[in-house]
């Protein structure tokens, strides 16, 4: 199958935007392109990202026929290079912004406290001031110019289209000024030189703060491509070698050494070792590490060498797929998103029309010097009417936030589901797995008079050594965990569907169900014990000999030590918890009395899991489901929100909208914590931008004049339009303070 026909999704640089007006041009101009099914433009990150089948070189022609420049990322060589692009860009605004200032800010001074003379009486003074304002609108402007060319070339207009029709204006009303004045009633002869030359250098200043606090919002992707390690250990034909990991195949033989990031996903075959994968799950403590144990490219081997076979490479480790996910998390949009893109794809044509009706106002009904008047305030208008606040608002917010998510190992998959989150009513959480930890583990013991913990869990574990009961497996790991020497047992047989006798130390013991143990030993005192174990929904087996009961065991799938905690968040945040099973409804309420969710659904068949959930949101719930991503798909793609808890390395859990790499609930609060954070954030920046634009526009246009006397001037709207996205930003960036709240973990 040839490259044009794959579905693929594919990341572009996008050059040449200047505001939210460009978005939805670009994005209409890839939605054009044959094979598109979805195309979206992420302003803060000037980046597209395009799904389908279509031919990577026709997106590239498309873009240009917009008017604008765009590159095909492909891999780490392209984020390092447009990075240093990036950085050629702030370096030069430095310098755009610096001969701006150099100029205007003399110019200005002069003129207010009369240093310079007055320029349309000194005609030397005037040109020299034109020559100098025309250096810096090439020099420091000249963006703006070709921006405003492009776009009108392309019938749209754009921040460019405002700024340069201000400052453009401004300059040649002055030279007309210098040249003809006698065209120019008397009292309108002022020259705008500073004001154009200003404008352009705080609209530059604006630029290089806005760049630099946007920085730091792409960090989380930084970090992500920081953890790639660039070289790996193989061996090869019995030689150990260093190769660039992007050599590494699979099924090869990779060496780990103490303090080595692990290149690419794999397995160990010999060795141990303590392993910190606080990148890919947010958990601090390392995890201890032995032969037949999973290991993830990226983490950091911390203590033992060990030898590991791979098994994923490349693209298809569990960091490039992290990596991929949370860079399509950031470049989506939710609806919220969408809004605003849609106003401001007609806001600056709106803007346009707003200023000549304020210049037709004051030519027509103004004081004099009418002229004067309609040219500054028309001027003032367009220039501080820049949709860049507004569309800035959604998208710096959502970088941030989803890359907060990923440090702490949840993985967003969208936009939409990172404002879905936001408005849960309802979760609905799976049992097996997600509230206990998914396997039997022994969590109550009992031991007659004169036998310890210890012996008594030795003589049991003796016992299930010859056992592939899941039950004897729940024994051994109980007694590995407590370091118990396991004696030898002989003799031993398995009773079907009972349990397990054998010799052990000379004594002839059984271990198994009280119903099988009371045929011949007596229960006395023991069997309220059992019973009480038994309302627990805990299996219980009793170790005897042939006079007596040794000891209780109660095996059962513990609940996971947060749990409780993690379900307590989420009811402080409003929401209403709900266990849904399968298994049988007294053992899924004695975990439901132990954990405080507010109602049990037992004994349902997985295909019925999706059923409830429809039934919840026809009530009106907005429902969020937790399960493993895999037996819950159903229930996981109905909900609102469907969160894959515990999947490991498989990050990319098709049904889930969110992706939780830890096995904790707390997981879920805080990926529920964060959207509400982020939704919050952005809902802030969209009202201070449109509170700006609903403000400053008909300031600039004079309407507090008949009252007050007060005009705005243009370099002052020309700073403040600057500033607003310098707001827009730092508001964003509060975003990376969020920190998950810490009460109720182990």
Known sequence: MSEAKKDKTLHLAIGGMSCAGCVKTVEDALAAVPGVTRAEVNFAEHMAMVEGTMDPQALLQAVAAAGYEAQLLRGVEDDETREAAEAAHYRRLLRQTAFGLAVGVPLYLGGVFGLIPNPVATPAVGWSQAALALAVLVYSGGQFYRGAWKAFLNHNATMDTLISLGTGTAWFYSVLVLAIPELIPEGARHVYFEAAVLIIALVNLGGVLETRARSRTAQAIRRLLDLRPKTATVIREGREMTVPVDRVGLEEMVRVRPGERIPVDGVVIEGRSRVDESMLTGEPMPVEKGVGDTVVGGTINKTGTFLMRTTHVGEATALARIIHLVRRAQAAKPAIGRLADRISAVFVPTVMIIAVVTFLAWYHFGPEPRLSYAVTT??????????????????????????????????????????????????????????????????????????????????????????????????????????????????????AGHGVEGTVADRRLRLGKPDWITRSVDLGSWAAMVADQAREARTVVLLVDEARVLALLAIADPIKADARAAIDRLHREGLTVVMLTGDQRLSAEAVARQVGVDEVIAEVLPEDKDRVVAERQARGEVVGMVGDGINDAPALARAEVGFAIGTG?????????????????????????????????????????????????????GVLYPFTGLLLNPVVAGAAMAFSSVTVVANANRLRRFRPAKEGRP
Request: net charge negative; hydrophobic share 50%; aromatic share 2%.
């Open 378 to 495: 028309a001027m003032t208008v367009l220039v501080i009417a820049c949709p860049c606040a507004l569309g800035l608002a959604t998208p710096i917010s959502l970088m941030v936030g989803v890359g907060k998510a990923a440090e702490h190992g949840i993985l967003i998959r969208n936009g939409e589901a990172l404002q879905q989150a936001s408005r849960l009513s309802t979760v609905i959480l799976d049992k097996t797995g997600t509230i206990t930890e998914g396997h039997p583990a022994l969590v109550h013991l009992v031991c007659a008079e004169g036998l310890d913990e210890g012996e008594a869990l030795a003589l049991a574990a003796a016992l299930e050594r010859g056992s592939e009961h899941p039950l004897a497996e729940a024994v051994l790991n109980a007694a590995r965990e407590r370091g118990v020497e396991i004696p030898p047992a002989s003799d031993f047989q398995a009773v």
């Open 649 to 701: 390395t498989d990050v990319a859990v098709e049904s889930a909208d969110i992706t939780l790499m830890r096995g904790s609930l707390h997981g879920v609060a805080d990926a529920i914590a964060v959207s509400r954070a982020t939704v919050r954030n952005i809902k802030e920046n969209l009202f201070w931008a449109f509170i700006y634009n609903t403000l400053g526009i008909p300031v600039a246009a």
